[in-house]
Every structure is written in C-alpha cells, then in structure tokens.
C-alpha cells in the first residue's frame, strides 16, 4: 500500500505544482504584474514545487536524511539523467550567458553549502545566508530581465510564452476562478508532499535503510519529475535555452532557497555519508561544465557517459 500511496502522492505534487503556477500566473497577470516577472518567478521555479513541498515538510517532521536527501539526489538527477537525456534526444547547445554565469554560480552555491554542511549541521544562521544568497540570485535575475522593459505588451507575453514551461497564459479567467485554481494547487501540493514524506519513510524502515538513501533515490527521481518532462519536451522542440536554463535555474533554487528554508525552519543535521553525496553532486556539475566549455554544448557521447555515470552511482547507492 505504501507504494501506491507514493505514487499517489508523486501525481499529487506533479499536478498540484502545475494547477498552483497556472493559477498564481494568471492571477499576477490580473493584477498587471509585469510578464517577464512572472516569468522568473511564479513559473521558472514552479518545476522545484514539488522538491520544496517534500524537503520541507520532511523538515518540520525531522526527518533530516528524507529532506537533504531530495534535495541533492534531486540536483544529482537534474545534472546527471536530465541534461544527459536531452542532450541524447539532440546535441544541447548551451548559450554563452549559461557558461560564463549560471553554471559557475551553481558550481560556487554548492561548494557554499557543502561548506555550510562540514560539521554536519545546517544551523538556523546558514539557513539564512543560504536564503540571502537565494534574494540576491533573484535581484540580479529580475535586474537583468528589466533590461528587456522596453519590449512591448505583445512581445512580453511572447518572451515569457517562449522561455517557460506554460504554453500559455489566459488573462480573461476572473480572479476567484485564478484563485481556486491556485488553491487547490497548494492543497495537493501539501498532501502530496506529506504522503511523500510518510510513505517514503515507511518504505525505508521496512527494508531497514536509512531515510536519505530513500529521499537521495526514489524521492528525488519523483520529485524531479517536472524539470525532467520539461527539458525533454524542450530539447524536442529545439528550445535549448529552456531545455539547459530549466535544469540550472532549478538547481540553484533547489540549493539556495529550499535548503535555506528546510534548516531556517528546523536546523538540520547530517550524516556522514551526505558529505559524500554532496561532493559527488558537485563533480557531477563540474564534469557538465568541463563538458559545455569544451564545445559550447553536450553531444551524444557525453550524454551517454552522464547518463552510465547515474546508473552506476546508484548501484553505488544501493550496496553501500
């Protein structure tokens, strides 16, 4: 029962998070928000909700390992089986912005984190510096895409329509309609990330292994669902920008605001083996970046050896 649940509670959050961007952009339309901004926020992160959801809901019920786990197996598959995949479906090149400043920023928040995390506690106080970080990330993003302020209504709604995962955003759907949708978004989003949370721990009691090797694995594959579907639809369509930004911008958010956020509610403490896994997240970046400053994009070869590199970590994984 406790699989089917889980699976149950996967489809909660996948559908809730959408229900809940869907809702929450239109109502900022309503409300004359300014597109690109709804873009960079409401919508570029809305992929990370069910990451958020799980991680901080594990938090609250201290399951520490469960809520460290998901967030960097999360990172691991987004690096490792996302972009692998959607460079296999074509060639992914990677725009000149992407190298020069978001890959590094990620390389450099992770290495913060795992700094954050040497003595095996993510206090309060570096939940905070994570989450400032994480206001400074957004500052500069907004920053740079009021650059773009000068673009008329019409081409707004045509920069936002090609650089997220909505395919579109209505604008005459009345408030309360927004409203609904976007609360019973959050209210799968909550149950989903608690019948994550639980059934995940029980899993992980009846086969006697610990809750971050279940939250590292199956939870993190589960969560990560969105930026998965997202990239891969992405890559098919030829939108590399999308298919890359969704993976890099999720990562960092992942990092940045849902770490923060887990260990300003609840510190969080560590087990031995998360620095491991943090350390192999980040060579897992690097190994992308070495790959994307070589070419300017990951080829079919490269792919592949991402992909085998997932696998094998998580037969790793499993006889550790």
Same mark, same amino acid.
């Given at each position: 029962m406790n699989y089917i649940l889980l699976i149950f509670g996967f489809l909660l959050l996948i559908k809730g998070a959408i229900y809940f961007v869907d809702g929450s952009s239109d109502i900022a339309t309503i409300l004359k928000i300014p597109p690109i901004l709804i873009g960079l926020t409401i919508v570029a992160f809305g992929t990370s909700l069910p990451e958020v959801s799980v991680s901080i809901i594990a938090s609250i019920d201290n399951q520490n390992g469960l809520s460290l786990g998901n967030i960097i197996g999360s990172n691991i598959f987004n690096i490792l089986m996302v972009l692998g995949t959607t460079a296999f479906i074509k060639n992914l090149q990677v725009r000149k912005s992407i190298v020069?400043?978001?890959?590094? *920023?990620?390389? %450099?928040?992770? &290495? #913060?984190? /795992?700094? $954050?995390?040497?003595?095996?506690? *993510?206090?309060? %106080?570096?939940? &905070? #510096?994570? /989450?400032? $970080?994480?206001?400074?990330?957004?500052?500069?993003m907004i920053k740079e895409a009021l650059r773009n302020r000068n673009l008329s209504l019409k081409e707004s709604y045509e920069f936002l329509e090609a650089n997220t995962n909505i395919a579109s955003i209505s604008i005459d759907n009345s408030l309360a309609k927004s409203l609904l949708i976007s609360g019973v978004g959050l209210i799968a989003i909550i149950i989903g990330g608690k019948m994550v949370v639980s059934c995940a721990t029980n899993i992980a009691y009846s086969f006697g292994v610990s809750d971050h090797l279940i939250g590292i694995s199956v939870v993190a594959l589960g969560t990560s669902l969105p930026e998965f579907i997202t990239s891969v639809i992405a890559a098919t369509k030829g939108e590399n920008d999308i298919a890359v930004g969704n993976v890099i911008g999720s990562n960092i958010f992942n990092i940045l605001f849902i770490l923060g956020a887990s260990a300003f509610i609840s510190p969080l403490s560590l087990e031995p083996a998360l620095i491991l896994d943090s350390i192999f997240m980040i060579c897992a970046i690097i190994l992308s970046y070495i790959f994307v400053v070589q070419d300017k994009e990951i080829t079919k070869y490269e792919s592949l050896f991402l992909i085998t590199t997932y696998f094998i970590y998580m037969i790793y994984l499993v006889s550790r």
């Amino acid at each position: 029962m406790n699989y089917i649940l889980l699976i149950f509670g996967f489809l909660l959050l996948i559908k809730g998070a959408i229900y809940f961007v869907d809702g929450s952009s239109d109502i900022a339309t309503i409300l004359k928000i300014p597109p690109i901004l709804i873009g960079l926020t409401i919508v570029a992160f809305g992929t990370s909700l069910p990451e958020v959801s799980v991680s901080i809901i594990a938090s609250i019920d201290n399951q520490n390992g469960l809520s460290l786990g998901n967030i960097i197996g999360s990172n691991i598959f987004n690096i490792l089986m996302v972009l692998g995949t959607t460079a296999f479906i074509k060639n992914l090149q990677v725009r000149k912005s992407i190298v020069k400043k978001e890959m590094p *920023i990620l390389i %450099i928040t992770s &290495m #913060i984190a /795992l700094y $954050l995390s040497i003595d095996l506690t *993510i206090s309060r %106080i570096d939940g &905070m #510096i994570l /989450l400032l $970080l994480f206001l400074l990330f957004l500052y500069d993003m907004i920053k740079e895409a009021l650059r773009n302020r000068n673009l008329s209504l019409k081409e707004s709604y045509e920069f936002l329509e090609a650089n997220t995962n909505i395919a579109s955003i209505s604008i005459d759907n009345s408030l309360a309609k927004s409203l609904l949708i976007s609360g019973v978004g959050l209210i799968a989003i909550i149950i989903g990330g608690k019948m994550v949370v639980s059934c995940a721990t029980n899993i992980a009691y009846s086969f006697g292994v610990s809750d971050h090797l279940i939250g590292i694995s199956v939870v993190a594959l589960g969560t990560s669902l969105p930026e998965f579907i997202t990239s891969v639809i992405a890559a098919t369509k030829g939108e590399n920008d999308i298919a890359v930004g969704n993976v890099i911008g999720s990562n960092i958010f992942n990092i940045l605001f849902i770490l923060g956020a887990s260990a300003f509610i609840s510190p969080l403490s560590l087990e031995p083996a998360l620095i491991l896994d943090s350390i192999f997240m980040i060579c897992a970046i690097i190994l992308s970046y070495i790959f994307v400053v070589q070419d300017k994009e990951i080829t079919k070869y490269e792919s592949l050896f991402l992909i085998t590199t997932y696998f094998i970590y998580m037969i790793y994984l499993v006889s550790r």
